[in-house]
């Protein structure tokens, strides 16, 4: 067990001592429920059995506290059970969190040194409160941050149903033209961007540029006029999203080979050349399409049509992104993520799902933003795919121009701080709405998920995946049992989903040094993904091996069952054709002895 770990236990519990305290009576039942609650929620990160004795021991105090023991307790007991599990700073810092209950005592470094007395230890008194002052300056200035956040949100909403614009705008597009000089294109970049509030992802490479952005609403609108204003980006489409805030951490400007990446590369495909791509739909053409493709499909699985004829619905997205959301009749990406999707020669590197479809029939192929359509569909081009339709502006386009956003099923995944939008809002805010997702928990198979997706807590598996809230409590953020007895790092849970920051921000000085260790030993980055990437396929298959044995038990029962009804209905029928013969036999008696008794 790590200091880490402790430390997030016990700073969890630090936020909640008065408001546990003052909402039941001073060692009351309900006060030590509140504080066993707080506890047990992450017992697993330290053990059951030390969880329990210092859970006992810290509940025990506290109650005393609550009745007037003091404001700065620490009690022998409590020591006892802390001091064998960490000497981490950062864990004793949480630990007197949890313990003072009247926050005068953080200034008060005679209380300082009286718990470091009691404690043993033999760091300067006086640093414990000077650090937990420090701590108390981050939250508030962490606080102060969200306060402004849920200021510029609150500002947006209204500014949208004002007609007003928005405090901040997310920015989306790309295009793909033969840029000769990246070098002097980046300058460019550079030059305009340097005074402007713009954060997130802008990549050019010779194939044209791609966009992932946000900002002020004022420069993002400066950005989008100055990038039609450059000659070679002329008839260029972007998107504008209304956001509370930045929904990207930081800008990063990179010169890239390619714009999309692919398993064997890109070099080969006319991407730039608008007749080798797909032909695009505008969002009510697309609709049009899938009205179309569900009629066919329907007849196609009713045996009216041939198997070839079927209209393929194609998702160009990574397997994630499916699971957030998708049209109907589009299957799950076979590839976990876009750029393992193959591109080489022969039959092979074509999906699956378009095995033994006519290369005459319709192909209707989808993303986000449409630019990894546009890319991939220059590949099937030269396999031979003759009616190959894209969605023009991707699924962001498609749900802001379709109220309701007829034949998607979902949320809508988003490469950014929100993670998900909900097509069914205006401009994708989700407020207190709930975001739906298009499959059920994927650690149960039974509850509905909950969006946002989450990393696994686990750094060394870091699976992004869905999960009910009732396997996200009890799994305390991770994807399987297996990872929350982590050898390295374990990070805390969140509960809400999302994104995790860096590993460096859940470490302190006693876990960098291992966690360093363990984990760059020997290997670089992308051999760490590639071991990580294996591990979760083994996982899958284990999960989808069970899934398998569970179906194939379910079918037998259903045999047993069906055969059983047959044998009931066998023997219902049985007797009830034995039934009349055996009145009529009875009858045939009683005439007799009718006949009997009339010649006596």
């Known amino acids: 067990m790590h200091a880490l770990a402790l430390a997030t236990v016990l700073l969890a519990a630090a936020a909640l001592p008065h408001a546990?305290?003052?909402?039941a009576a001073p060692g009351s039942a309900a006060a030590k429920a509140a504080f066993a609650d707080l506890f047990s929620a992450h017992c697993h990160k330290i053990g059951p059995e030390a969880c329990a004795e210092f859970t006992t021991?810290?509940?025990?105090?506290?109650?005393?506290?609550?009745?007037?023991?003091?404001?700065?307790?620490?009690?022998?007991?409590?020591?006892?059970?802390?001091?064998?599990?960490?000497?981490?700073?950062?864990?004793?810092?949480?630990?007197?969190?949890?313990?003072?209950?009247?926050?005068?005592?953080?200034?008060?470094?005679?209380?300082?040194e009286r718990a470091y007395r009691a404690v043993g230890s033999d760091t300067k008194a006086g640093s414990l409160a000077i650090f937990y002052q420090e701590q108390q300056q981050q939250e508030?200035?962490?606080?102060?941050?969200?306060?402004?956040?849920?200021?510029?949100?609150?500002?947006?909403?209204?500014?949208?149903?004002?007609?007003?614009?928005?405090?901040y705008l997310?920015?989306?597009?790309?295009?793909?033209?033969?840029?000769?000089d990246t070098s002097e294109m980046m300058r460019r970049q550079r030059e305009f961007l340097a005074d402007k509030d713009i954060r997130g992802r802008i990549y050019i490479s010779p194939h044209g540029i791609n966009c992932q952005a946000g900002g002020s609403t004022q420069d993002a609108r400066a950005y989008v006029e100055w990038?039609?204003?450059?000659?070679?980006?002329?008839?260029?489409?972007?998107?504008?999203?209304?956001?509370?805030?930045h929904v990207h951490p930081k800008l990063r400007l990179k010169e890239k080979p390619a714009l999309i990446s692919l398993a064997g590369g890109v070099d080969g495909l006319a991407v730039t050349d608008p007749a080798a791509r797909a032909t695009p739909l505008d969002p009510d053409g697309w609709r049009e399409m899938l009205r179309r493709a569900d009629s066919v499909n329907r007849r196609v699985a009713a045996g009216e049509e041939e198997q070839a004829k079927r209209v393929v619905v194609l998702d160009v997205r990574?397997?994630?992104?499916w699971d957030a959301g998708h049209f109907q009749w589009a299957e799950r990406p076979r590839e976990e993520e876009f750029n393992e999707t193959p591109v080489g020669e022969g039959d092979q590197d074509v999906p699956d799902y378009l095995a033994g479809v006519d290369k005459d029939a319709p192909v209707m192929m989808y993303c986000t933003g449409g630019i990894r359509c546009d890319i991939y569909s220059t590949f099937l081009r030269q396999r031979g795919y003759k009616n190959l339709y894209t969605l023009e502006g991707g699924i962001q386009n498609y749900l802001k121009q379709t109220p309701g956003g007829e034949g998607w099923n979902g949320s809508l995944f988003v490469f950014?701080?929100?993670?998900?939008?909900?097509?069914?809002?205006?401009?994708?805010e989700t407020g207190d709405a709930e975001l739906p997702a298009a499959v059920p928990c994927q650690v149960c198979g039974a509850s509905p998920a909950k969006l946002p997706h989450?990393?696994?807590?686990?750094?060394?598996?870091?699976?992004?995946?869905?999960?009910?809230?009732?396997?996200?409590?009890?799994?305390?953020?991770?994807?399987?049992?297996?990872?929350?007895?982590?050898?390295?790092?374990?990070?805390?849970?969140?509960?809400?989903?999302?994104?995790?920051?860096?590993?460096?921000?859940?470490?302190?000085?006693?876990?960098?040094?291992?966690?360093?260790?363990?984990?760059?030993?020997?290997?670089?980055?992308?051999?760490?993904?590639r071991r990580r990437r294996e591990a979760l396929r083994e996982k899958r298959a284990v999960f989808l091996e069970k899934r398998r044995e569970f179906k194939r038990q379910a079918r037998e029962a259903m045999r047993l069952v069906e055969e059983a009804r047959a044998a009931a209905a066998a023997a219902a029928a049985e007797a009830a054709a034995a039934a009349p013969a055996g009145a009529a036999a009875e009858g045939q008696g009683r005439e007799r002895q009718g006949r009997a008794a009339g010649a006596c």
Request: with cysteine; aromatic share 6%; charged share 20%.
């Open 20 to 23: 546990a305290c003052q909402s």
């Open 57 to 112: 021991n810290v509940l025990k105090d506290v109650t005393a506290a609550a009745s007037g023991g003091g404001p700065c307790v620490v009690s022998p007991a409590q020591v006892a059970a802390f001091k064998p599990l960490t000497r981490s700073l950062n864990a004793w810092v949480a630990f007197f969190k949890a313990m003072m209950l009247d926050k005068k005592c953080i200034a008060d470094a005679a209380c300082t």
């Open 140 to 167: 508030r200035e962490e606080q102060q941050q969200e306060q402004q956040r849920l200021r510029h949100g609150e500002a947006s909403q209204q500014a949208q149903q004002q007609g007003a614009d928005p405090a």
């Open 170 to 180: 997310v920015i989306n597009f790309y295009h793909l033209v033969d840029i000769p």
């Open 227 to 245: 990038i039609e204003a450059q000659p070679e980006f002329k008839g260029v489409s972007y998107s504008l999203w209304p956001a509370p805030g």
């Open 318 to 321: 990574n397997d994630y992104e």
């Open 416 to 428: 950014d701080g929100r993670l998900a939008i909900n097509p069914a809002i205006p401009g994708g």
């Open 454 to 529: 989450q990393n696994c807590a686990n750094i060394d598996c870091n699976e992004l995946f869905l999960a009910c809230q009732v396997c996200r409590d009890r799994l305390q953020g991770c994807c399987c049992e297996r990872c929350m007895s982590a050898p390295r790092l374990l990070r805390p849970i969140k509960v809400d989903g999302g994104q995790y920051a860096s590993w460096k921000h859940y470490a302190d000085e006693d876990t960098t040094g291992p966690v360093m260790a363990t984990g760059r030993s020997s290997e670089g980055r992308l051999a760490r993904r």
